[in-house]
């Protein structure tokens, strides 16, 4: 691994982010986000503020890192950048780095917003820690759903049905519509409850539990593993097929 | 530099083979042309000599050394153009060569590349915007970015004008002036024809014939004389063997009895060669 080679790669995927205008994209979306809790009242922002920075860690992570590996794949650029000597693990991790950061970073605008209108309180360090850990995850998760998709409007499919699947049963046990202890041991596998958990514990009146831990180490250790173990190994084969080779 | 040694390769979504058992070597600064109509393996091979299909069989060894047993240092050393010319459409030229030149330790002068290319003035264009021209023109740069030692070009006159493709021809031959070692494939035969050091002919992945294109004319060709003469008022073409020519006594009284208007050597194309070693025409493929 070559951290300067890794930081000019981190630096074009980003740059190329912006390019391809997944940064006005996103900015938008926050903008958009920003503008409809401002009309909610004190209640509901409390429960709907979580609620949609887990959303911009979760599934926009997938969504964005699944849309920079078809811009990716459009362009058969992935075949030059295998001729040159960065490394596998160079450029999976740069892309991982580079989305992760962007990612983080609208969910700041979001966050900053809401701190200097509302004056909502919540922990600085837990709020990045979860921000981060969640959004990491599910950026490694996507890069490797991504491997799977064929073309672009499948990939929005099946994320819609990971997204039905994942988040209905959370977003019922967050707005407290499912309550029974058995959905709360359940969603302790679900990744996206486990966003909502790291990310919610940075509000105030979160209650630490047991379950804000296993989500936190979820997180971590679960976007470590699956990086190392699926997405690493898999990537050249991933990339020569995607080079049309 | 290379040398292959009954390589074989099949694609893990075929059942046979599609390179069948090649040998050949490419020597130290020299171009060495792969020729070969569509389907023929030629890209194929390329892919695996600059490692990116992994799965060959058969020997295949750069300086010595067997190229698997290279890191990603390997590529400090070669340059690569693709068939298909490969950069980010909504950068422009500049941002394409500034991202790729970071990759590498060895930096060629960008501005004297362009310029030679053409591509300078259009340097800040977005590469979407470029024409199909431009863009070949500029995986020919992206290419030498690293100066390399070694360079892999598929097809790379396939789509230029003749001017630039002249230009490239020129390129080529002075990076090998300069001691460099090129691997060129091509299914035009007339368009590296004077190009190459050393040709191979491939087809259905298997290769036919290696020479160097003078010996091969030499070996295939049939050495003729064509004379065109003036008599009464009509032009004849004649034809002589070149054998003996000095004591052929119809040739010698026809140049000097005659007015002449024309005298050719029966030069036979590689692409004629080709046809005769192969059996395969590469005409029909030409588009
Ligand atoms: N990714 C692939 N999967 C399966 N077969 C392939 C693939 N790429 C090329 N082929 C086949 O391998 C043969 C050689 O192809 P190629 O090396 O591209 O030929 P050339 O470059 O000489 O035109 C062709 O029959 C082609 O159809
Ligand atoms: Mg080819």
């Given at each position: ?208 539990t047991y379950v804000y831990y296993i989500s936190l180490g979820y997180m971590i250790i ?24 | ?287």
């Open positions: 691994m070559n951290l300067n080679r890794l930081w000019v790669l981190v630096k074009g995927e980003l740059s190329r982010l912006n390019k391809y205008n997944v940064t006005s994209i996103s900015i938008l979306i926050a903008i958009m986000w920003s503008i409809i809790l401002f009309f909610v009242d004190e209640v509901a922002l409390a429960s709907l503020l979580p609620l949609i920075l887990m959303l911009d860690a979760t599934l926009m992570s997938v969504m964005y890192i699944g849309s920079v590996m078809f811009f990716e794949k459009s362009e058969s650029t992935i075949s030059t950048m295998l001729v040159t000597p960065s490394t596998s693990s160079e450029l999976v991790l740069s892309k991982v780095l580079a989305n992760t950061i962007h990612n983080i970073f609208s969910s700041a605008l979001i966050i900053i917003a809401f701190f200097f209108i509302k004056h909502v309180e919540f922990n600085w360090f837990l709020i990045f820690l979860g921000i981060f850990a969640a959004t990491a995850f599910h950026t490694i998760a996507g890069l490797y759903l991504a491997y799977f998709q064929k073309n672009f409007t499948g990939m929005l499919v099946n994320i819609m049905i990971l997204a039905f699947v994942l988040l209905i049963p959370t977003a019922l046990y967050e707005i407290g519509i499912l309550t029974a202890d058995f959905w709360k041991y359940l969603l302790l596998i679900n990744p996206i409850q486990a966003a909502a958990e790291v990310i919610g514990g940075a509000f105030t009146g979160y209650v630490f679960g976007g470590l593993l699956v990086y190392r173990l699926l997405v690493l190994p898999k990537f050249h084969d991933y990339a020569i097929k995607q080079s049309g080779v | 530099m290379f040398k292959v040694e009954d390589l074989k390769f099949k694609y893990p979504n075929n059942k046979e083979d599609v390179i069948r058992g090649i040998n050949f070597e490419i020597k130290e600064g020299e171009i060495f042309g792969f020729l070969g109509p569509s389907g023929a393996g030629k890209s194929t091979t390329q892919k695996i000599l600059i490692k990116i299909l992994e799965d060959f069989r058969g020997k295949i060894s750069y300086n010595g050394i067997d190229i698997t047993e290279y890191g990603n240092e390997f590529y400090e050393e070669i340059g690569v153009s693709f068939e298909m010319p490969i950069h980010f459409s909504k950068m422009t030229c500049m941002e394409n060569i500034n991202f790729f030149l970071q990759l590498y330790k060895n930096n060629a002068d960008c501005e004297a590349l362009l310029k030679r290319v053409g591509l300078w003035e259009d340097r800040d264009k977005m590469v979407g915007e470029f024409s199909k021209g431009m863009k070949i023109r500029l995986n020919i740069v992206r290419a030498l970015l690293n100066e390399p030692k070694m360079l892999f070009l598929d097809e790379p006159t396939n789509g230029l004008d003749p001017t630039n493709a002249m230009i490239l021809k020129d390129m080529i031959k002075e990076f090998r002036k300069d001691g460099g070692t090129v691997f060129i494939t091509s299914h035009i035969m007339s368009d590296i024809d004077q190009l190459c050091d050393r040709v191979a002919f491939i087809v259905e992945g298997q290769i036919k014939e290696i020479d160097t294109p003078r010996n091969l004319k030499i070996r295939y060709g049939n050495r003729t004389l064509k004379l065109e003469y003036k008599e009464d008022g009509k032009s004849v073409l004649k034809e002589f063997p070149m054998d003996d020519i000095g004591k052929n006594d119809e040739f010698l009284t026809l140049l000097q009895t005659k007015e002449v208007e024309t005298i050719h050597s029966g030069e036979t194309t590689l692409e004629d060669i080709f046809i005769k070693v192969t059996g395969v025409s590469l005409k029909d493929e030409s588009e």
